[in-house]
């Protein structure tokens, strides 16, 4: 039996989109559709489904096929794939995920739109010294309803792909983490993401939020709007330590197709 999908990006995170049927979608599913070669190719599945009071429910599944608690590059392009459903351009949906409910107001053009996403609380939760056996790093833990480990300073890619893998699976971390790599000059922060069950990525909308709220929280920016540019383009995010933060950015539809 085939499965119908949809294939969306968002800076370049792409992700395969699915609603979901009476079939389970397998963590063994996932890896297969999202392998480069010989699938579809993608960061990650975002399996839609209806959700009680909300419009839908998103469940992101990973391309090692972890399960984390949410994607903020994912949701936008969830609010696009159900903004096409239904016809509209523009619209408020409440989207739930595994760290609760989030507001997306979407703009959309076509197959293109434009998403701010309430992100609910981002919270730092302080500094915390890492031992990586041959040296020790310090790094500001942040919740965006997922975990985040950010470190500041200029990094070469060498930096990232050799410290990135080995915070985002330390045994400080229960769970592992997202892990941050971000220089702060005035109201910009260029970012470099390690994600936790990808790798380096083009963008994480997550690890744009939570590394705004601790570049605020320590006094490195103190813009109320700040500008954060990944490999894969820029989002706008609105960081607050104590209420919502939010964060705009893009999402388009690729193409769709079906998949055994």
Not at 3 to 10: I, L, M, S, V
Not at 148 to 163: C, E, M, P, S, Y
């Amino acid at each position: 039996m085939t499965r119908r999908f949809a294939k969306y990006e968002g800076l370049g995170n792409d992700f395969v989109v699915i609603d979901a049927d009476d079939r389970e979608l397998t963590t063994g599913d996932a890896i297969r559709i999202c392998d480069r070669r010989r699938g579809i190719g993608g960061d990650g599945v975002l399996v839609v489904s209806g959700h009680g009071e909300s419009d839908a429910h998103m469940k992101v599944i990973n391309a090692d096929g972890s399960v984390p608690e949410m994607c903020g590059n994912g949701i936008r392009c969830v609010a696009l794939h159900l903004a096409i459903a239904r016809k509209a351009s523009h619209a408020d949906y409440v989207i739930a995920t595994d760290a609760g409910p989030r507001t997306c107001s979407i703009d959309r053009n076509g197959s293109a739109a434009d998403v701010r996403v309430d992100m609910g609380a981002v919270r730092f939760l302080g500094d915390r010294e890492i031992d990586l056996g041959t040296e020790r790093v310090t790094v500001a833990v942040a919740t965006a309803g997922n975990p985040h480990a950010i470190l500041f300073g200029k990094f070469d890619a060498a930096r990232v792909d050799t410290l990135g893998p080995r915070i985002a699976v330390h045994g400080a971390f229960e769970a592992g983490t997202n892990v941050e790599f971000a220089h702060v000059h005035g109201s910009e922060i260029d970012l470099v993401v390690w994600e936790r069950g990808v790798g380096r990525t083009l963008a994480c909308g997550t690890g744009a939020c939570a590394t705004a709220v601790v570049a605020r929280a320590k006094k490195l920016a103190t813009a109320a709007h700040l500008h954060v540019t990944l490999p894969g383009g820029a989002l706008d995010v609105e960081p607050s330590g104590e209420g919502a933060t939010f964060m705009t950015g893009p999402a388009r539809l690729v193409f769709r197709g079906e998949v055994e």
